[in-house]
């Protein structure tokens, strides 16, 4: 039995523990502990992390249709599988406490939950170990109903949105398939490496309708454009800490399969080579150019939400747009910079839905203009928020601005400058939109029927400090997760950044976070001196307050929420006039025509005029 | 292997004689049937293991190949035979269904009826399976024709009936469309054998006679068989039947004439026209009837639809040439045989609009669990059977490289997607918080019980899918293997040379 048949098996375990056991009172910690004991295993392996260590073999195979699937890790499934664990691990803790009894009281299955978030976790272990393209399909469609599952669990609401998501997946698992057995059909395997030797016999026709139909499959997990639209709401409506889950993690799959299909097998130089008719673009900057648009659509759809989670939700999927931007760019630079972000992005993601799940927990409501003041009652929640949307932002000293810092150098580097500048207009929403959401939930004035809210429980907040503290200490040495995209780089074929523990090395300047923070920090603490030697200072109850030349009082409360960046707004509105909604619905209402065309058919087509023209038809054949 | 011949003789016997059994013993008339149906079965799989070597042929009343009546048994046609005897055993009429309604004596003497049908269905369909030569397979479809109506209009409500005369209509024109591309093939070659037609269709076959003869046979034959252009009376049919008839319906008697038409394109005809034909017929089936269930408002209706989009998919399979195709049609079919009737079992107490289902797996959990197993193995999720049916269909449909085979595995791709999404409509719906206003009937027991042990041999072909790969192209060898089906049945005239 090898390591990765271990964790596997593990996984499997904590599987059937949660559903057996996740009612239970401690049943929750027990998964915890489960999830714990999964990372660990994977420690075990993480030799692959850091590139002593090649592969590491499942010794489960298995015999069909004369080929043989096999399950393996390498340094990209464990890259992947290191989030993933993690965010399961981290989720599970922060249910396993007072939200998880809050949850079942209400009439909600926790056991359910848990066994939902096991399976999701073992289905993306076994995506991410598969060794052929048939074992990929077969994580890949686990994966899909995992997260149908998680997604339905809260009912209502959650269904209409589940629903909507696994047409768009299962249209793209479909798209997948037909991908995968098209490349079986041309070069006669499932194999990686049989496949990757044989794909420069493919004819230029045969490698674009492969390059649709994969971008379409893993698109639509990925939520890029144009398939974008099932994926915050649905994500918004997972119960609270499945939330967090799957916005770290869970579309991610998308970006592995991308990256072991595209990247790995028909290789990022080859796109470069294919040419869209008509037009001085190739496939690689088709794809570059759709990242671009999933960064900059999906993120001033964010600045419009009113609701935190789908504030969150949405910004997933325009952060997914940096990763996918920073591949395709395929050089060192930027490969490494849409791997790391991949790490980055779900530590800030999964503590910030933790953050906004720990307010509703507290206040009942997630509704941006229903909050507000929060920071004197929720002080750690309010810096798990706050160092979370400096990393979504992309702002030092968190690990998201190294990360966002790589694609944007490798744009300059790689000669786009449109990109680069597609890449800035997204950051710049990003800010204003998470400014939107801190100030909403934390900032101003406290509202009279949040006076009495405690801080979350321990069980919550725990979980939010440590990932903060992920956050933060990759943020100043984020060599740490440097050597691992490095190990990925090495094993998928792509040139490797010269790194250090503070970050890169190169001829046009270098990096080093260990000094930026340093100098921030004692900035920081400069300030913080002239501040403690300054003098007195006046405390100021948080209702004394002013707005528009009058002084409100404690009675006369004022929280601006609504409306927010009205002049923004009214600029870009013209822009979404929700175009791709359009989109869907005009898509639905064709096939809902053909299908009433065809019940009409069935229902009123006259049986024997048809079998006369059946007949009239066999015999003009035997005439003519 | 005379026995074989039981397989048909023995159920057509009881059946006629069982009103006679009744007058004497009810009780005895009330086990007749399935004890019947049970030691055919018995005999059918005993049969089983020999045939894996050699194929057997029956003359019955003793005389040779084109004079006396042949049976032709290789496994391909025994899996038949014992689907349609192990189904009319299972999805025995009448049973689970609400008999409040029903008057006592009308009662005994419908389960008479219903009792005497199915043994008919059984027998007839058995002898459909191993018939060898076209004559005895027009009049077997004919008489299984004759028992559908019977089932179908057993119900009694006016509904059935019209549905009942509907299928009337259609199959009596598909009957005359065959008989006229038998004549066809008569008058061409001269002889209705199978296994001489084998021989001689190279020669007088295959030219435009030929092919007419084909599409005549194929059109009729294939209103059974739920085909395109001749199956308008499917959503009505198993709207209004009982759920245990249209099972059957759907599920067994739809894939013997399906097993006709395989046999016939194996044997006699090889014009590529053919081929393209049925998987011109076989997207439009699929296009036409997964679309119409995209909308459908009732569960029935929805099966049925679907029904008629996976009977498309089996002829897109049969339009692939070779071996790949038949293998690939046979593991749709038997993956279709487990998977339908348990679905139509769980509609039983599900009719009605699919909005009233609201909230019904509450009322009956396993149920909805059944359902979502099925769903989730009929749209192809891996690793479940369906799965690795649906790819058997669309890996050669690529590999032959063609455009209207690209098209074809589109369309078949295509329709999975659409499926998955009035299929998880449908479960959602039963898993709603909010329950319907009308309280939901739970499942007949003995309905549930049938369903769960049909999903059960869905799971358990999970584990056992090297094996039953192995002897699914092993049994599609067998079939396509001409020169041994003219060499079991008739020997002589090979030797002699001279045909008739």
Known sequence: MTVLDFLLLIAAITVGVALLVGNRAGGGWLVTILYALQGTVLLLMSGLGYSTLAVVHSSVTFDILNQTLVWRFDALSWFF???????????????????????????????????????????????????????????????????????????????????????????????????????????????????????????????????????????????????????????????????????????????????????????????????????????????????????????????????????????????????????????????????????????????????????????????????????????????????????????????????????????????????????????????????????????????????????????????????????????????????????????????????????????????????????????????????????????????????????????????????????????????????????????????????????????????????????????????? | MKLLALMVALPLLTAFLLSVINSISTFAARWAGPVVLLVTAAIGLSAWPHLGDTPQAVQWGGFQAPLGITLYADQLALLFALAITIGALLLWPGRGEDRTEEHPDDHSRNRLRRASLALLLAGTGSGLALSGDLFNIYVFYELLTVVSYGLIAGRGTSGSFAATLRYLVISGFGAALALAGIALVYQAAGTLNLAQLAQLAPERLNNSQGFAAFVLMLIGFGVKAELFPVNFWVPEVYATASSRVSALLAGVVSKLALLIIMRLLILVFHQPEALTVLLVLGVLGVASGELAAWRARDVNRLLAFSSIGQLGVMFIALSIPGNAGVLAALAVAVHHLFLKPSMFLLAERWGGSIKGLAGAAKTSPLGAALFVLLALSLIGVPPLPGFWAKLLVIMPLLALDQPLYYFAAFIVLAAAALEANYLFRVVLTLYDKAPAATPHKAHATVDLATAVFLGAGLVAAVFMLAPLAERFDFIAAQATDVSTYIQTVAPLSLESGSVQ
């Open chain 1, 81 to 624: 599988a290191l989030i993933t664990i993690g965010a399961g691990l981290f989720s599970s803790w922060f249910a396993s406490g007072e939200w998880g009894e809050r949850y079942r009281d209400s009439g909600g299955s926790l056991a359910l939950f848990h066994f939902a978030l096991a399976l999701n976790v073992f289905s993306m272990l076994v995506l991410l170990a598969s060794g052929d393209l048939l074992t990929l399909f077969i994580g890949w469609e686990l994966v899909s109903w995992a997260s149908f599952l998680i997604m339905a669990l809260a009912g209502g609401k959650a269904f209409g949105y589940a629903m909507r998501y696994i047409s768009y997946a299962f249209a793209g698992a479909m798209a997948l398939l037909g991908g995968l057995l098209l490349i079986y059909a041309q070069l006669g395997s499932f194999d990686y490496l049989a496949v990757k030797e044989s794909v420069p016999q493919l004819q230029t026709s045969t490698l674009w309708l492969l390059v649709v139909l994969f971008t379409a499959g893993f698109g639509v997990k990925m939520a890029i454009l144009p398939f974008h639209l099932w994926q915050a709401k649905a994500y918004a409506e997972t119960p609270g800490p499945g939330a967090a889950f799957l916005g770290a993690i869970s579309s991610r799959m998308g970006l592995f399969a991308f990256i072991v299909v595209l990247v790995q097998l028909i290789g990022i130089s080859r796109l470069a080579g294919l040419e869209v008719p008509f037009t001085f673009l190739d496939a690689r900057d088709l794809l570059a150019w759709i990242a671009v648009f999933t960064t900059i659509i999906p993120t001033y759809i964010a600045l419009r939400q009113h609701d935190a989670r789908r504030l969150l939700a949405w910004h997933g999927v325009g952060q997914t747009g940096y990763m996918l931007l920073g591949i395709v760019i395929a050089n060192d630079l930027g490969s490494a910079g849409g791997l790391m972000h991949i790490f980055n992005y779900a530590t800030y993601q999964a503590m910030l839905f933790m953050a906004v799940v720990a307010v509703m927990h507290r206040t009942g409501t997630s509704d941006l203009n229903k909050l507000g003041g929060l920071f004197t009652r929720m002080p750690l929640s309010y810096i798990a928020m706050l160092v979370g949307i400096i990393g979504l932002a992309g702002l030092p000293p968190m690990n998201g601005f190294v990360s966002k810092l790589l694609v944007y150098r490798s744009l300059i580097v790689d000669g786009s400058p449109l990109l680069f500048l597609g890449a800035v207009i997204g950051t710049f929403g990003t800010i204003l939109s998470v400014y939107k959401l801190i100030h909403n939930i934390f900032l101003g004035q406290l509202r009279v029927e949040h006076a009495a809210v405690r801080e979350a429980p321990l069980s919550m907040v725990l979980p939010m400090m440590i990932l903060a503290a992920v956050v933060f200490v990759t943020g100043y040495f984020p060599g740490l997760v440097l050597d691992w995209t490095s190990a990925v780089q090495r094993a998928i074929g792509m040139p490797v950044l010269a790194h250090h523990l503070g970050g890169m090395m190169s001829d046009q300047g270098g990096l080093d976070m260990i000094w930026i923070n340093s100098i921030l920090l004692a900035g920081f603490g400069i300030g913080t001196l002239v501040f403690l030697l300054g003098g007195r200072s006046r405390r100021v109850h948080q209702l004394d307050n002013y707005a528009g030349g009058h002084f409100l009082t404690a009675e006369t409360r004022y929280h601006y929420s609504d409306n927010f960046y009205p002049g923004l707004m009214h600029l870009v509105g013209g822009w979404y006039r929700s175009s791709f909604e359009w989109l869907e619905r005009g898509f639905v209402s064709t096939v809902d025509t053909l299908s009433t065309a065809m019940q009409g058919l069935y229902r009123n087509a006259h049986p024997s005029y048809l079998l006369l023209a059946a007949v009239v038809f066999a015999l003009s054949w035997v005439i003519v």
